[in-house]
């Protein structure tokens, strides 16, 4: 059996992002992290191909950017490791991206279960999941806090999903594609003898020749970026007696605002 997963290097969340005098996204010399999100769903891919004795391979689209966080996952404990980036090719773009993505699976082939994370934390989306999905023609099962039971050779999984109303366990047929909560594991910190063994791997590249597969037209275009504009602030401090004097003073000020 085979679990496969896909990763990106993305800014800290505690980094400033600005757009440049150039246009460009940028966040200065702060190093890039895997997308936090991705986390879980790196431990689960771990987790699952070690109880099913099978092979594990974490897949980043894009360019050189994301090798760390294909080294990171590899130093966690991922086997394989691979890049799929197509000079041509706008990522941004989701239909583009699942293309890419599902052209992949169907090169590595006998895949049995994709993991993702919940979405991506730097373009806060996680439509390319379902679209993946959909291109591959599997089951789709987001929002997963939980993988009860998983009989690959049965083709079957069970897992248990967070609703707003509560949880709710479902069933599947594999192959499928999931997304990971957050609280679903701990993910594990790499060791040091995997990070050495990380640092020295060599990460093979594929483009859309190599998957044999013809890009699909973008259906969407970014035109540009610019920084949000500057908003002025100004804080009072309330000057009265007690908290409960100071309380109906905010009050009566947040009506002369209409905030309330």
């Known amino acids: 059996m085979h679990v496969v997963t896909f990763t990106r290097s993305t800014p800290d969340t505690a980094a400033k992002v600005w757009v440049d005098a150039d246009g460009n996204v940028t966040w200065g010399d702060v190093a890039t992290v895997v997308n936090p999100w991705d986390e879980y769903s790196l431990e689960e891919t771990i987790v699952q191909a070690n109880s099913g004795g099978g092979e594990s391979t974490v897949i980043a689209i894009g360019s050189e950017l994301h090798n760390d966080a294909l080294k990171h996952s590899m130093a966690m404990g991922i086997k394989n490791a691979l890049r799929v980036e197509e000079a041509k090719a706008d990522i941004n773009d989701s239909l583009v991206w699942s293309a890419l993505a599902a052209g992949a699976i169907g090169k590595i082939g006998a895949v049995d279960l994709v993991i993702f994370g919940k979405e991506s934390v730097d373009v806060a989306t996680d439509q390319h999941t379902y679209q993946l999905a959909r291109r591959l023609g599997w089951t789709m099962l987001s929002y997963v806090s939980a993988i009860l039971e998983a009989d690959y050779a049965a083709g079957v999984i069970k897992v248990e999903k967070m609703l707003e109303q509560g949880k709710q366990v479902v069933s599947a047929k594999l192959p499928a594609v999931i997304s990971v909560m957050k609280g679903i594991n701990e993910p594990r910190y790499p060791n040091f003898l995997g990070i050495r063994k990380a640092?020295?791997?060599?990460?093979?590249?594929?483009?859309?020749?190599?998957?044999?597969?013809?890009?699909?037209q973008a259906a969407t275009a970014v035109l540009g970026y610019a920084n949000p504009p500057a908003r002025e602030v100004s804080t009072e401090i309330i000057a009265a007696g007690d908290m409960e004097a100071k309380t109906q003073v905010l009050v009566e000020r947040l009506f002369e605002e209409k905030v309330l």
């Open 199 to 216: 640092a020295k791997a060599t990460i093979p590249v594929w483009t859309a020749s190599d998957l044999g597969i013809d890009l699909p």
